[in-house]
């Protein structure tokens, strides 16, 4: 079974500008997971989607978004780049989500903004 | 951002030896999980724990769900250059899968 992957694997965009990042889940996993890695706040989640609805959210600003497909397949978005959304995005898929559900999790997408 | 305490932050030590490492939180949670990740990498999840009490076993690894359900232990056995990387813990609890890291502990091991 294939697992988590993510697109691109790395990105450079200057301030100001947008990004998309993309998220294909495990076959049968229904819920994508996003968190944000960076060296001075650690792992921190961003949100959540299943069933193409927003099922959680972290303390991020507005300028933070995302989707998800009737695939499953997953999508954020970050608009208004500041240099401090420099980091790694990590996806994570699991089939139901809930408190006991086992998250597996994607490469990761390196952003740099510059 | 919310991080769990996770000690020690860094570790070196000599092939073979073992290690031990662990995690404490405020709060309580239904699930502790440990995951490895690799530089550049995403975390792959190593051993989930499930009941307070649990000892659970992977291999050289052995993790437990401490009993008030604020803490856990990941202990390695006989390392290899191979467990080089860093060890995060997680907790998640109520109803949602969202999940909160320990700050990581790196581990180095000298052949």
């Known amino acids: 079974k294939a697992g988590v992957t993510q697109t691109p694997r790395y990105l450079i965009k200057t301030r100001g500008q947008q990004v998309t990042l993309s998220c294909s889940p495990i076959s049968g996993h229904r819920s994508v997971s996003w968190y944000q890695q960076t060296p001075g706040q650690g792992l921190q989640f961003l949100f959540e989607y299943f069933s193409e609805t927003q099922r959680n959210k972290g303390n991020f600003p507005g300028r933070f978004s995302g989707r998800q497909f009737s695939n499953s397949r997953s999508e954020m978005n970050v608009s208004t780049l500041e240099l401090g959304d420099s980091a790694l995005y990590l996806c994570a898929s699991s089939r139901l989500g809930g408190g006991t559900d086992t998250q597996y999790f994607g490469p990761g997408t390196r952003l740099t903004v510059l | ?111």
Do not use: H
């Not at chain 2, 290690?19 to 490895?36: A, G, R």
């Not at chain 2, 052995?62 to 232990?73: E, L, M, Y």
């Not at chain 2, 990387?85 to 180095?108: D, E, P, S, V, W």
């Open chain 2, 1 to 111: 951002g919310q991080q769990l305490n996770q000690s020690p932050q860094s570790m070196f030590i000599q092939e073979g030896e073992d290690v031990s490492m662990n995690c404490t939180s405020s709060s309580i949670f239904n699930t502790w999980l440990w995951y490895k990740q690799d530089p550049g990498e995403g975390p792959v999840l190593l051993i989930a724990l499930y009941k307070a009490g649990e000892l659970t076993s992977n291999g050289r690894l052995t993790a437990q769900f401490g009993i008030t359900r604020k803490d856990s232990f990941l202990n390695i056995s006989a390392s290899i250059p191979s467990d080089v990387g860093i060890y995060f813990c997680a907790g998640q609890g109520g109803a949602t899968n969202k999940l909160i890291f320990g700050t990581g502990t790196l581990l180095a091991v000298q052949p």
